[in-house]
């Protein structure tokens, strides 16, 4: 089987970094594309600028990296840089990039990927979907050409933003809105069964000699662990086997000022799917499994 040809939209971010990483690990599985970047976590300017320190610490510098929207389309910037750091990637130890970021602005981008691909390309937005939601205001007809969009976001149960509200939906719930109503097949990791996912440090350290991208994750886990939001969603790329998926629907709360950013997920029928429970203890070993291919070859 060839691999699925995927981009990342993101916002690093430590657990984009993850994320990503874990993608890089698994070539004969997943074939990165190319990133796009939005503001997030921490501005856009760090975002891009972390998502080009990413790849070059994966070994594929040739990965393109393009700088994308740099505020919510309708409200103002909401920002939770206690969890990520001021810069995104602190602590983590990556040099800095290397290489600049493609001109092009990431919706241009998108849209020049999906028109010139031989197949529809599958994209994995573990950021605020202002990109994809702009994307498709400007060029709706090139749904179709979205084989699958996985995104991280939303919440069945509480938020982390408050009682009702995700951080990757709040940040731009206008956009996550528009995003779910359009004819593009989405499956939704949400809170509920991520916010678990939360090995304990040796896990971390364990990895600690899988190269730059071993090293970077359990320094950033060792200055401030964080569960694995984003990964899953690469994990259910790689091992859909290891999660339980329903059928549903969703809406987001973009009018009621208190449940501002609420995902109001119907399960049952619909058009997109959401994660209902996965093996995590499966999940973590193969974790570490693909990620072994970082470490330097043994000396003889």
């Not at 910037?77 to 206690?82: F, G, I, V």
């Not at 995104?88 to 990927?113: C, F, M, V, W």
Request: hydrophobic share 45%; proline share 9%.
């Amino acid at each position: 089987m060839q691999p699925v040809q995927v981009i990342f939209d993101c916002d690093p971010g430590k657990d984009d970094a993850f994320a990503i990483f874990l993608a890089l690990a698994c070539p004969q599985a997943l074939s990165v594309v190319a990133l796009t970047a939005v503001e997030g976590n921490v501005p856009v300017a760090y975002t891009t600028s972390n998502a080009r320190r990413i790849v070059e610490a994966a070994g594929r510098p040739e990965i393109p990296v393009y700088r994308g929207c740099a505020r919510p389309m309708l409200r103002p910037l909401l920002r939770k840089e206690q969890v990520q750091g001021a810069g995104g990637l602190d602590a983590s130890g990556l040099p800095p990039q290397a290489d600049p970021e493609r001109p092009k602005h990431a919706i241009s981008a998108l849209i020049g990927l999906l028109e010139g691909a031989a197949e529809p390309l599958t994209i994995a937005a573990i950021g605020p979907l202002t990109n994809i939601a702009m994307l498709l205001i400007a060029r709706p007809d090139l749904a179709g050409r979205i084989a699958h969009l996985y995104v991280m976001g939303g919440s069945e149960g509480p938020g982390n933003m408050g009682p009702y509200a995700e951080y990757n939906i709040l940040i731009d719930p206008h956009a996550a809105a528009s995003v779910f109503a359009m004819d593009v097949p989405a499956t939704l990791v949400t809170l509920d069964h991520t916010r678990d996912l939360r090995p304990p440090m040796a896990w971390f350290e364990s990895m600690a000699g899988f190269g730059a991208p071993g090293r970077a994750l359990a320094a950033m886990w060792r200055a401030q662990p964080i569960a694995l939001y984003d990964v899953a969603v690469t994990g259910l790329m790689l091992w859909p086997e290891l999660f339980e998926t329903q059928p549903c629907s969703v809406a987001v709360e973009t009018c009621d000022t208190e449940r501002m950013g609420q995902t109001r997920i119907a399960r049952g029928e619909g058009p997109c799917r959401i994660v209902t429970g996965l093996d995590a203890e499966t999940f973590y070993r193969r974790i570490v499994e693909a990620m072994a291919c970082y470490a330097a070859p043994s000396s003889n």
